[in-house]
């Protein structure tokens, strides 16, 4: 684990009374990982537009969160950023570079193709329906494509997950992945359980008609008031 | 041993420049106390690790908030007071990265590269005068001692590419060899100009020459000509664009260091950027006149009122002034090919840098040149 | 009649030793997948001896979704969203493409309004894509800060764009019989803002690259298109008008209200990487006369003739519609059996698919930094060669 | 030219080709056999000189068990578009290959060989384009069926 870490003398290991020392050792190191992200520019379709180029343009500034150094070799990144669809064909080499990362190395899935296949999830016989099947992702911007803004708020996602979750001595244990744009009380595993219940039983095709029964649903009726059928 | 400084003060209107580096204090102590010889020697060993350690996390902070404000957006902002703290996030943060050494690359080789490239230019800070006071030794045989570093510098980046087993980064290797080899030939010419007009190679003695003027506007048409030669080839030297083929990344992803991950790529990263200082250092010292402050001829009040501002003060602007110049360099141009590359040295630069050689030594025989001695 | 079938895998078998001690021995190298100058996932093999090149394979579909296997299952309408996908700089000439092509089908005649609305998008998109286009050049060749200035522009057509369309990429905005939504008031005056803003702004790409010595050494007569070669690989668009051959289908065959707005045809001479770049560059200006010509009397109108979910009824047969993209001419050729609104076989006409190919008959004999200049002149988007 | 005097032009050219009816252009069926020899009289010959093979794509007539070939052609000199399609058997589908005769052919060919597995006789290079060298099956046919294709309905 990195040159400093391998010989690092013994005071990491828990002695009595030392957890003072090791976490705040754990918070410099928490906090220099979340504040220099160098992201890997690894874009396949749409989202690599809006989430490599315009978030490093002069509009939405990726360089303010230190990012904005987008290294080509996966050796130097330690973010990927899974800009768009991932195809059967590209799953491999996806894994394969995430492999050649070095350690303490994220994953941001971006963009509803590459968190379920997006548009494609029907009728494609090459689309690979989600990242998280290749590589383990940290944090979902879903969208499609998302805002450079939706992005933004995926990185601090990432940054808020780092510093809390990791701890030098286990470095792979991270906080369970969260959707980064949803409220604090959805977490992802409650979203695979509706899509895989949805596709399995209710097999529906009307989206209208499903999308009517769903909690969320009744919620928005009640704010907006249904649009007259004219207008 | 009163400080040289205080009694430089007292006398006010032309002071001499008496240089006393670290090297001669240390040798004047070593025959009564050789336990001070050993402090001196200790305090310049850490002064120039933490000038390099402090010089490239500045560099690299002012390199990215430059390049922001030339493409107008903001450069890092969250980490510390307008993103200060940013370099040392990064630091800490490649010091802790998983060291990766690629399966079938030439162990020994690879993990020696990134060193070498760094040792080269520590060795490079250690000569040059950054004020009177402040010169950690002055070698006899400076300006040589400057030409034959920064040819072994391209070891460092042909050992990184060959060894890392990746044909982008031997590609990137072979083209940093072809490129720092030829482009040193300019460099060399340009300075043995400054040396000619000078007449000496130790560098504090090139500064006390450039007492009446800067030689860049001293020898005037001559003098100019060699500094623009000088800037591009070192420009060359250390890969920066529009020569940085080497390490270009749209072409060759990542050339030399593209197999380097962690603290290897930490250093040279950094070696790139204290690269970027030695060269406006070494122009400074031969062309701008080092801590010699702007003097017009006889102009008493003017003279004593850029005598008040002290030497190194001088020398960090100038130095400051031209790595903005090379950052500006960097921002503005696109790269150029390989070829294009080496027929600017061997068909521009090259025949123009000997009719320079030749026409400096006319212009110094018949002493056209201001103040001549 | 036989066909030999083979495998990547047989071509890429390493070739012999260098036949005489001094000559080096060519080898394989992978612009892989992720690769900076494929902004996208395209995998170029190239055979290099040293640093030229000897031979360009190029192997896409990394990002091959099958596109036309959905279009037999889904709608005109729907199929409208997919086509914001595959080139998605000139996302709204895709959606023009395919509803230009079901309206003539099925006999949809829609007003001035709808079409004078359509060119101006379609131009504005045009700007768009080109600036990208020229700031990804000059991040190609090294001047980081061009891709800089490019987005900085970008952002304020996009603006445009997402308060008229509601997106900033995949506008789905022209449907079938119309557009989505109406322009808004004030859309005509802060069209002459941004013009007003952008005219002088390619004044300054000029000044900051293309007056360039380095980047004019980079891309004068390199990697080299005659006239007759271009139209022979099937190239369309900027890449063929600036080998000479002044095939622009604004002029040649005038859809929308290109033949009311006077503006010319942008040609090369050589068809070198300079040509190309001279081209686009040109050609933002002419967009700009035509957005200006067409700005001030937008016609009144309804801006959908047919309602949103009528179904679409195809006669049985062969229809192919095409319109100038960015990048090229995009044909969308659709056999419908008659019955129902979804097409039996769709099948893209795609520009840089065409355009793609020109690059095994031009990087050969340049070297790698030339294939760069090469390749970001021709202006590729991977998704649409993919599809 | 209108469409009506291109047909009868091209039909002139070649006895076998008969007028393809349901197309929005001047269309004009061909039998495998005469198709080359066709098309390499619409490209030199003067009056028509089809120099841009604009696209080149096949439809899968499942019912009657054939392939149908589109080839679309334009002249940029004259400026008039012609469309020539073909018909082939499904079960052994091989056509004759143009890449001579236009070099995009090549690479257009390859992209109807991988998705609908038409040979090509005679193709420099004729290997799979998007799909892996190892996919089984060929998917743009109307039977193909993919364990991973979610089928909403």
Redesign the interface.
């Known amino acids: 684990?990195?040159?400093?870490?391998d010989r690092l003398p013994g005071f990491l290991e828990p002695i009595p009374g030392g957890s003072v020392l090791i976490t705040s050792i754990d918070a410099?190191?928490n906090?220099?990982?979340s504040?220099?992200l160098w992201p890997l520019a690894f874009g396949t379709k749409c989202c690599a537009i809006e989430m490599l180029m315009a978030t490093g343009?002069?509009h939405q500034?990726l360089?303010?969160?230190?990012a904005?150094v987008a290294?080509?070799?996966p050796?130097?990144a330690?973010l990927m950023v899974i800009a768009g669809a991932i195809v059967k064909k590209m799953a491999m080499r996806m894994r394969l570079l995430y492999e050649?990362m070095?350690?303490?190395r994220y994953v941001m899935a971006t963009g509803s193709c590459a968190i379920s296949g997006g548009p494609f999830m029907y009728h494609s016989y090459s689309i690979v329906r989600g990242a998280d099947e290749v590589v383990p992702v940290d944090v979902y911007v879903p969208g499609c494509p998302p805002r450079p803004e939706a992005f933004f708020y995926g990185l601090m996602t990432l940054q808020k997950m780092i510093r809390q979750g990791e701890t030098?001595r286990k470095p792979g244990i991270r906080k369970k992945p969260v959707l980064a744009a949803l409220p604090q009380g959805i977490t992802i595993d409650d979203l695979h359980a509706q899509q895989q219940e949805m596709l399995e039983h209710d097999n529906m095709v009307d989206v209208e008609q499903a999308a009517a029964q769903k909690i969320w649903a009744t919620r928005l009726d009640q704010w907006i008031p249904k649009p007259s059928k004219n207008s | 041993m009163t400080l040289a400084w205080l009694k430089i003060m007292a006398v006010v209107g032309q002071p001499t420049w008496e240089v006393v580096t670290v090297a001669d204090r240390a040798s004047a102590s070593l025959e009564s106390r050789w336990y001070v010889a050993v402090a001196y020697m200790i305090v310049a060993l850490v002064a120039v690790a933490a000038m390099v350690v402090a010089l490239g996390m500045g560099l690299i902070y002012g390199e990215?908030k430059i390049?922001?404000h030339?493409?107008?957006?903001?450069?890092?902002?969250?980490?510390g007071y307008h993103?200060i703290?940013?370099s040392?996030?990064?630091?800490?943060?490649l010091?802790?990265?998983?060291?990766?050494v690629p399966a079938r690359a030439d162990r020994v080789l690879h993990l020696l590269a990134p060193f070498l490239t760094l040792v080269v230019t520590i060795l490079i800070l250690g000569v040059i005068p950054y004020s009177p006071l402040m010169q950690l030794a002055d070698v006899s045989i400076g300006v040589l001692y400057l030409t034959a570093l920064s040819g072994l510098s391209v070891l460092g980046l042909l050992l990184g590419g060959w060894s890392s087993n990746n044909?982008?980064s031997l590609?990137g290797g072979m083209r940093a060899a072809a490129q720092v080899i030829s482009y040193e030939i300019t460099a060399t010419l340009a300075l043995l100009v400054v040396t000619m007009f000078s007449g000496t190679l130790t560098l504090s003695g090139i500064v006390q020459s450039q007492a009446q003027g800067w030689w860049v506007w001293r020898a005037h048409g001559v003098g100019v000509l060699s500094m623009a030669l000088f800037i591009v080839a070192a420009t060359a030297e250390i890969n920066r664009?529009?020569f940085?083929?080497p390490e270009?990344?749209?072409?060759?992803?990542?050339g030399f260091?593209?197999?380097?991950?962690?603290?290897r790529?930490a250093f040279f990263f950094l070696a790139e950027f204290i690269n970027m200082f030695v060269v406006s250092a070494i122009t400074v010292t031969l062309f701008l006149g080092g801590w010699m402050p702007f003097r017009i001829g006889d102009w008493e009040s003017f003279n004593n009122l850029m005598g008040l501002i002290p030497p190194s003060l001088w020398f960090f602007g100038k130095s400051a002034v031209m790595v903005f110049v090379m950052m500006w360099f960097r921002?503005?141009?696109?790269?150029?090919?390989?070829?294009?590359l080496m027929r600017l040295e061997w068909k521009i630069l090259l025949p123009l840098g000997f009719c320079n050689l030749v026409v400096a030594a006319v212009v110094i025989l018949s002493k056209w040149y201001f103040f001549p001695v | 009649m036989s066909v030999t079938v083979r495998t990547l895998d047989e071509l890429l078998t390493p070739p012999t030793a260098a036949d005489s001690p001094l000559s080096t021995q060519e080898?394989f190298?992978n612009m892989g997948p992720q690769?900076?100058?494929a902004h996208g996932s395209l995998r170029i093999i190239l055979l290099l001896d040293g640093?030229t090149i000897r031979k360009v394979i190029p192997v896409p579909g990394y990002v091959h979704r099958g596109i036309e296997k959905m279009c037999e299952h889904m709608s005109y309408r729907k199929i409208i969203t997919l086509t914001d996908r595959m080139d998605y700089l000139s996302a709204l000439m895709n959606n023009w493409a395919v509803a230009r092509t079901v309206e003539k089908a099925a006999g949809i005649e829609t007003n001035s309004r709808i079409e004078t609305i359509r060119t101006l998008m379609a131009e504005l998109q045009r700007i768009q894509s080109h600036a990208l286009w020229w700031g990804v050049l000059?991040?190609?060749?090294?001047?980081?800060?061009a891709f800089?200035?490019s987005f900085?522009d970008r952002e304020i057509i996009g603006e445009i764009f997402e308060e008229t369309i509601g997106a900033r990429l995949t506008m789905n905005y022209i449907q079938p019989g119309g557009l989505m939504f109406d322009i808004l008031p004030d859309f005509a005056q802060k069209v002459k803002k941004l013009l007003a803003y952008m005219r002088p702004m390619i004044n300054e790409y000029d000044t900051?690259?293309s007056g360039?010595a380095?980047?004019q050494?980079?891309l004068r007569n390199v990697g080299i298109l005659p006239a007759k070669d271009a139209v022979a690989l099937g190239c369309t668009g900027p890449v063929v008008r600036a080998s000479g051959v002044p095939y622009d289908l604004r002029k040649v065959e005038p859809y929308g209200v290109y033949d009311k707005a006077e503006f010319d045809v942008v040609v090369g001479t050589k068809g070198d990487c300079w040509d190309r770049y001279y081209v686009r560059m040109e050609e933002m200006r002419q967009s700009i006369r035509i957005i200006e010509q067409l700005i001030d009397n937008i016609p009144e109108g309804q801006y959908m003739v047919t309602k949103y979910n009528a179904r679409l009824k195809l006669p049985k047969g062969r229809f192919y519609g095409q319109l100038e993209t960015a990048r090229g001419v995009l044909g969308v050729f659709i056999y419908s059996d008659g019955n129902g609104d979804t097409p039996y076989r769709m099948h893209f006409r795609s520009p840089n698919f065409n355009n793609l190919w020109a690059v095994t008959q031009i990087a050969p004999g340049w070297?790698?930094?030339?294939y760069?200049a090469i390749q970001s002149s021709l202006d590729l988007v991977i998704p649409d060669i993919d599809r | 030219m209108d469409t009506e005097a291109l047909e009868k032009l091209v039909m002139g050219l070649e006895a076998q080709c008969r007028k393809r009816e349901q197309a929005d252009r001047a269309a004009v069926d061909v039998p495998v056999s005469a198709l080359e020899p066709l098309m390499r009289k619409l490209r030199n010959e003067d009056p028509l000189s089809f120099d841009l093979l604009l696209d080149h794509t096949a439809i899968d007539h499942i019912h009657e068990g054939l392939f149908e070939m589109v080839y679309l052609l334009y002249s940029t000199r004259h400026g008039h578009h012609l469309m020539v399609t073909c018909e082939i058997p499904r079960m052994d589908s091989i056509a004759p290959t143009l890449s001579d005769l236009w070099p995009i052919a090549h690479w257009q060919e390859r992209e109807v060989f991988d998705l609908f597995g038409i040979g090509y006789d005679g193709h420099p290079d004729l290997r799979r384009l998007f799909l892996e060298d190892g996919w089984k099956g060929y998917p743009l046919r109307k039977g193909y069926t993919d364990p991973d294709m979610l089928e909403p309905a």
């Open positions: 684990m990195g040159i400093v870490l410099i190191i906090w220099s990982r504040n220099s343009a002069p500034d360089a303010r969160f230190g904005e290294r080509q070799t050796r130097q330690d050649q070095a350690e303490p030098i | 990215r390049a922001a030339f493409q107008c957006r903001m450069g890092p902002m969250r980490v993103g703290l940013q040392v996030a990064d630091t800490i943060k010091l802790l990265k998983e060291d990766i044909k982008w590609l664009t529009p940085d083929i270009g990344e749209s072409e060759l992803t990542g260091h593209t197999e380097y991950s962690g603290l790529f921002w503005t141009f696109p790269r150029m090919r390989v070829d294009q | 080898y190298v690769h900076p100058i640093e000059g991040m190609d060749l090294g001047a980081f800060t800089l200035y900085r900051l690259l360039n380095i980047l050494e980079r070297r790698i930094a030339d760069i």
